[in-house]
C-alpha cells in the first residue's frame, strides 16, 4: 500500500478522529477467518510484544504454500522484484533500498556502520533499545536522553549532547514505548538542522498506525539527499513478526555501506510473502480497524480505573499502573496475561499490546481485578 492510499484510508474511515467502523464484506471475511485460527489450547494471553495477532493474511498464507518448492533456493534471484516493489511503494530508485532479516537486523547494521569502535549515538530514553545495545557491544557510546513531560523524544536535549564523536542519533517515531509521535515540523527541522553532524536513523516501525493524516514519513527527506536512513517492517502490520524481514531506505552511497554491515539476510518464503502482503489492502486496513478497536476498549478501563495512559499512536499502550512492573507483571501472569517488559526509568508504567478483541477484553478483566 503506497502512502497516498494510507492517508486516502485515514480520511475514510476516519481514524483520525478516534475510533472507526469498517464494514462490508472485508470484516466479515477476515472474522471467518479469525475464528477458524485462534488457538484455543494456548489459555496464556501474549499481550507483550506488540505483534499483530490476526495475520499472516489468507493470501499471504497461500503464497507461502505454494512457494515450498522453491524454497531449496537462495533468495538473491527473487530479491530483486520485492526491492523493487519497495522502490516504487516508497518513491525512490531501486537502489535506496536495503532488504534485511528483519528491522531489527537493519538497526544492528546501522549501529555498527555508525558507531563502532569509540563512535556515540543519542537517543531517547526510554525507547527500543536494539540498535544501541548491539553498538555497545562493539565499543560505541550512548547518550540516553531522558524523554520530556509528554513522554515524547526532547529535540533540545539531544541536539545538546552531539559532539565530535558522534556518529548517529536515533530516532524511534512513534516510539515505542510511548507510543508517542515528534511534532512533524520539530522533526523535519530537527533533521535539517543536524544531519550534517550525525547520520540520523528514523525507525518507523510503527509508522502505519499514525492517525495524524497526512503526517510524513522521513523518506521525504532521503529524496532530498539527506543524511537519514529509515527503517520499516513486515512484522507489525503485515502480521509477519515470525518471518524476519524488513527493510532500510537511504541515500545511494549509505545504502551500500548499510548492505556491507548486513550479516543476516532474509529467505525466500519471506520474500514472496512480502510481495503478497504488501499488495494485500483488505488485511492492512482490518488490521488498523482492530487495532483501533483494541485500543479503544484499553482506553475505556483505563479510564474506567482512573489510570493515565497516553493516547498511542501504535499497536500498544503505555499507561501508569501506580505498581512496580515486576509486581504487575506477575499478578498479570497469575491471570493468564503477559504484559510488556520493563522500560527503565518507568518502573510503575506498563506497555500493554492491542491483540485479537477476546484477548483484550481478557486483559481489561484481569486488570480490574489485580487492581482492585
Partial sequence: MKNIDRRKWLRTVGLSGGFAVLGGFETLAAESYISKTLNKKDSLVRLSSNENPFGPSNKVREVISNSYDVACRYPFSKLSDLVLMIAEKEGVSKDHVVISGGSGEGLCAAGLTYAMRGGEIIAADPTFNQLMRYAENFGAYIHRVPVDKSMNHDLDAMANRITGKTGLIYICNPNNPTGTIIDKTKLKNFITAVDDQAMIFSDEAYYDFITVPEYPSMVELVKEGRNVIV??????????????????????????????????????????????????????????????????????????????????????????????????????????????????????????????????????????????
Fill in 231 to 372: 527503517s520499516k517492517t513486515f512484522s507489525k502490520v503485515y502480521g509477519m513478526a515470525g518471518m524476519r524481514i524488513g527493510y532500510m531506505i537511504a541515500r545511494p552511497d549509505i545504502a551500500s555501506r548499510l548492505k556491507k554491515s548486513i550479516m543476516a539476510n532474509t529467505n525466500i518464503l519471506a520474500i514472496e510473502a512480502a510481495k503478497t502482503a504488501m499488495a494485500d489492502d483488505d488485511f492492512y486496513k482490518f488490521s488498523l480497524q482492530k487495532n483501533e478497536e483494541g485500543k479503544s476498549l484499553i482506553y475505556d478501563t483505563l479510564q474506567t480505573l482512573g489510570l493515565e495512559y497516553i493516547k498511542s499512536h501504535t499497536n500498544f499502550v503505555f499507561f501508569k499502573s501506580g505498581r512496580h512492573i515486576d509486581a504487575l507483571i506477575a499478578a498479570m501472569l497469575k491471570e493468564n496475561v503477559q504484559i510488556g517488559r520493563p522500560f527503565p526509568p518507568f518502573y510503575n508504567w506498563a506497555r500493554i499490546s492491542t491483540g485479537r478483541i477476546e484477548e483484550v477484553e481478557q486483559f481489561n478483566k484481569a486488570l480490574k481485578k489485580v487492581m482492585s
